[in-house]
């Protein structure tokens, strides 16, 4: 079961590097600087974690769990700037493509920053159980 979990991990965040990639490159969304330090936060995962399943290191969750709770919080910034909770005044998208547009809305809800905290949200959760799990 603690394989599943890392292995589960791991594909939610490939998943997410290659959909983050697919709205940039194909759909042509241009990622404002929140979604580029979210980006940071994913990407390595996707080439840390395999490395823990041959052969199964449950230690991965203590040293890779810090990327996904910063990128949950730069993630939860960036959904309450979407949703208008956070004043103009400390916006940190100044130039360039601003933080607060939406591009993606997807069933009245489902924005790319939503997207990301959800992501987040699960790979903090097995990471957590798979620490729990791994020290018994």
Same mark, same amino acid.
């Given at each position: 079961?603690?394989?599943?979990?890392?292995?589960?991990?791991?594909?939610?965040?490939?998943?997410?590097?290659?959909?983050?990639?697919?709205?940039?490159?194909?759909?042509?969304?241009?990622?404002?600087?929140?979604?580029?330090?979210?980006?940071?936060?994913?990407?390595?995962?996707?080439?840390?974690?395999?490395?823990?399943?041959?052969?199964?290191?449950?230690?991965?969750?203590?040293?890779?769990? %810090?990327?996904?709770?910063?990128?949950?919080?730069?993630?939860?910034?960036?959904?309450?700037?979407?949703?208008?909770?956070?004043?103009?005044?400390?916006?940190?998208?100044?130039?360039?493509? %601003?933080?607060?547009?939406?591009?993606?809305?997807?069933?009245?809800?489902?924005?790319?920053?939503?997207?990301?905290?959800?992501?987040?949200?699960?790979?903090?959760?097995?990471?957590?159980?798979?620490?729990k799990k791994g020290t018994q």
């Open positions: 079961m603690i394989w599943a979990c890392i292995f589960i991990s791991w594909l939610i965040a490939v998943i997410s590097m290659l959909g983050s990639l697919f709205f940039s490159e194909v759909m042509g969304v241009t990622p404002c600087v929140l979604c580029w330090y979210q980006r940071i936060a994913i990407y390595p995962l996707v080439f840390i974690l395999p490395i823990a399943l041959f052969p199964l290191d449950t230690k991965v969750a203590k040293y890779v769990l %810090p990327l996904p709770i910063i990128g949950w919080f730069i993630a939860l910034f960036h959904v309450a700037l979407t949703n208008g909770y956070i004043p103009k005044s400390i916006q940190p998208c100044s130039k360039g493509v %601003p933080c607060s547009e939406i591009s993606i809305n997807w069933l009245g809800f489902l924005t790319i920053p939503m997207m990301s905290l959800i992501s987040f949200s699960v790979i903090i959760a097995l990471l957590v159980w798979v620490m």
